[in-house]
């Protein structure tokens, strides 16, 4: 599967920004989705993760309540809803698929992706 990220660009704290993720290339409700970020001189962390049911999720500590990940199947597509942005989320945001047989399941390590887009540049600046 290919994907490809888009939705980047620079905003000033407080605002929101959507990031996409469009897929090709395979049965796209087979696949978790998962969003990392990597800031400057950083190692990539993870973001969020969604199953191919679209409904099992997972997040990290600092973006719970301020980001919110969900999938439209029919247009292999996940989005990533950013609000309340602050300067520490600026980084390049990936997102990352890998076929699970179980649709329920969410993946939370880089390493249980076989897939990454080419990234995003997310910038928060006042």
């Known amino acids: 599967v290919q994907l490809q990220a888009s939705g980047g660009g620079l905003v000033q704290p407080g605002n929101s920004l959507t990031l996409s993720c469009a897929a090709s290339g395979g049965t796209f409700r087979r696949y978790v989705v998962g969003w990392f970020r990597q800031a400057a001189g950083k190692e990539r962390e993870f973001v969020a993760a969604?199953?191919?049911?679209?409904?099992?999720?997972d997040s990290a500590d600092s973006v719970k309540g301020r980001f919110t990940i969900s999938r439209d199947n029919a247009k292999n597509t996940v989005y990533l809803q950013m609000s309340s942005l602050k300067p520490e989320d600026t980084a390049i945001y990936f997102c990352a698929a890998s076929w699970r047989i179980h649709s329920n399941v969410v993946l939370t390590t880089t390493g249980g992706y076989d897939y990454w887009g080419q990234g995003t540049q997310v910038t928060v600046s006042s």
């Open positions: 969604i199953a191919g049911n679209g409904v099992n999720k």
